[in-house]
């Protein structure tokens, strides 16, 4: 079934481990959260932008920037060990009174600072051609010596995918991980799934870590990303 309405939530809340405050600290000018917040309202294929939020602060930070807040998620939603699914139903049910399976939603995590709209464009539009849940991956080949894994029995390194003597013309198998750059999904059993490969490696950034963040100023006060709105 296609959507009649395509929503983005943004889940941030107001703890932080590894940096204190990060969803409104400045980058580069600019609060962190915001960065998705312009990125989903320049997106043609997305209706709505909401920010689901524990903190009065962050809720006034985005609305500033043109999402909204129109409540606050309950607190045990909120903690560092929350299930984020929880918050997105809550989210949903409070906004429409129930689950609708008309409605998709795009999860944008603050985090995640590098996108385009034509990247969530596509992304929100693959319903149309009958996907029901799209999530961000990076593709890897990996061969017979590629991955390792410790082997119990001997405490040393064995190839993950080697089945006896691992020939030059064995073809790889083509692995993919996921990242948390956006992804789509409908309220009811997912039928089709797509696989959205990020090859940008700018864009995989997620910022956890001050180390995260210093690169992440590095990237945009060189220029180095093109975000698609004219920043």
């Known amino acids: 079934m296609a959507c009649n309405e395509v929503i983005a939530i943004i889940p941030a809340r107001g703890g932080s481990k590894g940096i204190p405050r990060k969803n409104i600290r400045e ?5 962190l959260v915001a960065y998705s917040i312009e990125t989903a ?9 909401i920010v689901s939020t524990d903190d009065e602060e962050i809720a006034e930070v985005s609305r500033r920037y043109g999402a909204e807040v129109p409540f606050l998620r309950p607190r045990e939603m909120a903690t560092s060990v929350s299930n984020v699914a ?15 399976d008309d409605i998709g939603v ?5 985090t995640h600072p590098f996108r385009t709209p034509a990247m969530l464009d596509k992304i929100a539009g ?3 051609q009958g996907y029901d849940s799209v999530i961000t991956v990076r593709h890897l080949e990996a061969r017979g010596n590629s991955l390792l894994r410790i082997d119990p029995a001997e405490g040393r390194l064995r190839p993950t995918l080697a089945r ?17 750059l956006a ?6 059993p997912s039928k089709r799934q797509y696989l959205y490969g990020i090859r940008d490696r700018i864009s995989l950034i997620d910022i956890d870590y001050e180390e995260d963040f210093l690169l992440a100023e590095e990237i ?3 220029g180095l990303f093109d975000f698609g709105i004219g920043q």
């Open 27 to 31: 980058l580069c000018g600019k609060p």
């Open 41 to 49: 309202l320049a997106a043609k294929q997305i209706h709505r932008v």
């Open 86 to 100: 929880e918050a997105f139903n809550y989210t949903v049910e409070k906004l429409y009174g129930w689950l609708p």
């Open 106 to 110: 795009v999860a944008l995590y603050p």
């Open 126 to 128: 693959l319903h149309e």
């Open 164 to 180: 006896g003597d691992v020939r030059r013309r064995d073809a790889g198998i083509r692995c993919s991980r996921p990242y948390g």
């Open 183 to 188: 992804s789509f999904f409908q309220f009811k």
């Open 220 to 222: 945009v006060q060189r």
